[in-house]
């Protein structure tokens, strides 16, 4: 279908209507309307999120707020349901995410309109509202904050021996494969306390396509978890742990085949080092938040793998 532009149907004296559509129980039609828009502003291909929500991965709360112009999606804000556990408690908060207008369309007021809409349905029912990105100053006006995030260093533990490994690397499109990893998310035990999301499965399905995390997935039978790790030069980088109960960061060491004298930890990790030390450097964060954190904002990091 073919759309006039807006500026010469006015001067003919035709008015293109904008109409705002939310879908708090996200319909197929409009849920396809979205895709040109995900593909035109972040490149993600049609196929690709055909085939997100043909495997079920596709989160059932996803609720967007899109403005349509005749049957055109041409800028969307949606929001998701998010557990949390903050300062020892369980907290349901809300996040923003496929923020999104069309090249064509920007600089029209589309995405205040949609963002004060949208923070306005939030205000009464969550306390807190989160989102990610790589422009703080677009949110700001809005009352979102920076959440300053760290890298956690620990030298305690190092492996100067290869071992054989016992690790089995996993590949999410196969069947018995997605079974390990929707095992281990069913009964996920929280590597923080302090700070960390919560049954975050439908964005780490989602990043999953990205290749960078998908050969770093690894599962430990003998701990029954799932490991997503790198060790580069010399350094365990630890990017996420999902195991069914508390596990030390040493349990988890001894399963690296690899040789290191250094462990980097990319997430919140309480409940994984306890026992030990860490030194912590700050990191590139891309983490908002509007609303006050329920805990003395010490050392935290949101792990890229729930990335939203």
């Not at 049957?71 to 929001?79: G, I, Y």
């Not at 349901?81 to 907290?91: A, S």
């Not at 999953?208 to 350094?235: C, W």
């Not at 026992?275 to 954190?293: A, D």
């Amino acid at each position: 279908m073919v759309y006039l532009d807006e500026q010469i149907l006015r001067k003919v004296g035709i008015t293109v209507q904008i109409t705002l559509q939310i879908s708090r129980s996200l319909q197929g039609e409009h849920r396809e309307a979205l895709y040109p828009l995900f593909e035109q502003v972040f490149g993600i291909p049609t196929s690709m999120l055909e085939d997100y929500y043909s495997r079920g991965f596709w989160n059932p709360d996803y609720c967007p707020y899109t403005l349509f112009k005749e049957k055109q999606a041409v800028a969307n804000v949606s929001v998701i349901p998010m557990k949390w556990m903050m300062g020892g408690k369980i907290v349901i908060a809300a996040g923003i995410q496929s923020v999104m207008t069309l090249p064509s369309e920007r600089g029209q007021g589309h995405m205040t309109r949609l963002m004060r809409h949208v923070l306005h349905d939030l205000k009464d029912n969550y306390s807190h509202v989160f989102l990610q990105t790589e422009n703080p100053a677009l949110y700001k006006k809005y009352g979102f904050v920076n959440v300053e995030e760290h890298i956690f260093i620990s030298n305690a533990i190092k492996n100067n021996k290869v071992r054989e490994c016992t690790l089995r690397k996993l590949d999410y499109q196969k069947e018995e494969d997605l079974k390990v990893i929707q095992s281990c998310f069913l009964k996920q035990y929280p590597n923080s306390y302090i700070f960390t999301p919560l049954s975050y499965q439908h964005s780490f399905y989602l990043n999953l396509y990205n290749p960078y995390l998908a050969e770093k997935l690894y599962y430990s039978d003998s701990l029954d978890l799932l490991l997503v790790y790198l060790v580069e030069d010399g350094i365990l980088k630890l990017f996420d742990v999902i195991g069914k109960k508390r596990i030390s960061l040493h349990d988890i060491c001894e399963q690296i085949p690899e040789l290191f004298t250094e462990v980097e930890i990319y997430f919140t990790p309480d409940q994984l080092t306890h026992s030990y030390p860490l030194q912590y450097k700050k990191k590139e964060g891309t983490l908002m938040v509007k609303g006050e954190l329920p805990f003395d904002q010490g050392p935290v990091a949101y792990p890229f793998t729930a990335s939203f």
